[in-house]
T-cell receptor
Framework: EAQVTQNPRYLITVTGKKLTVTCSQN?????MSWYRQDPGLGLRQIYY???????DKGDVPEGYKVSRKEKRNFPLILESPSPNQTSLYFC???????????????FGPGTRLTVT | AQTVTQSQPEMSVQEAETVTLSCTYD???????LFWYKQPPSRQMILVIR??????QNATENRFSVNFQKAAKSFSLKISDSQLGDAAMYFC???????????FGTGTSLTVIP
């Protein structure tokens, strides 16, 4: 089954304690992204990747890091989480074709992060 | 940066009726892609419909159709014969023609009244 998986699904942590949210896709997609969703703000892109070792900042990259060492994995790292990073996080992937149907993003189930 | 605006935070529709959700965007690019996503209470993001900017024909997927007005930078979603399962948050999204940058609107919460 084609899917994007994220772990953990729920996480409560304290300010300053480093954490990693994993994301993995089994569709051999080149493109992957991380988003955060906040009430009234919609989804905002944090980082995106166009292939292994190719990453770039989205709209809200401050306080986050990513890496793409393998095609299937795209972990999101919070080196020193703060309460303003409390949010719902989504990972997504898509293929690098040349038609809109190729750019359909497949989303993971989301990770609810609370930083106290 | 591109911006996507959904001016209707909440909408409601009677079951079996038709509803239109609005979306406008700001861009200086001539080629791009537009999408509508649905997010039910499960939080899962589900693609509803997509549109390539270079195509003049409006996209249609069963009960869902769009009214794409490129000059006006408008991309509205029409849901016909609304069903209870259509109740969800709907997001409009813009994707640049090259690269992997997406911009989402703030969403419209749709309630379907039995």
């Amino acid at each position: 089954e084609a899917q994007v998986t994220q772990n953990p699904r729920y996480l409560i942590t304290v300010t300053g304690k480093k954490l990693t949210v994993t994301c993995s896709q089994n569709m051999n997609h080149e493109y992957m992204s991380w988003y955060r969703q906040d009430p009234g703000l919609g989804l905002r892109q944090i980082y995106y990747s166009m292939n292994v070792e190719v990453t770039d900042k989205g709209d809200v990259p401050e306080g986050y890091k990513v890496s793409r060492k393998e095609k299937r994995n795209f972990p999101l790292i919070l080196e020193s989480p703060s309460p303003n990073q409390t949010s719902l996080y989504f990972c997504a992937s898509s293929s690098a074709g040349y038609r809109a149907s190729s750019y359909e993003q497949y989303f993971g189930p989301g990770t609810r992060l609370t930083v106290t | 940066a591109q911006t996507v605006t959904q001016s209707q935070p909440e909408m409601s529709v009677q079951e079996a009726e038709t509803v239109t959700l609005s979306c406008t965007y700001d861009t200086s690019e001539s080629d791009y892609y537009l999408f509508w996503y649905k997010q039910p209470p499960s939080r899962q993001m589900i693609l509803v419909i997509r549109q390539e900017a270079y195509k003049q024909q409006n996209a249609t997927e069963n009960r869902f159709s769009v009214n794409f007005q490129k000059a006006a930078k408008s991309f509205s979603l029409k849901i016909s014969d609304s069903q209870l399962g259509d109740a969800a948050m709907y997001f409009c999204a813009y994707r640049r023609y090259t690269g992997n940058q997406f911009y989402f609107g703030t969403g419209t919460s749709l309630t379907v009244i039995p």
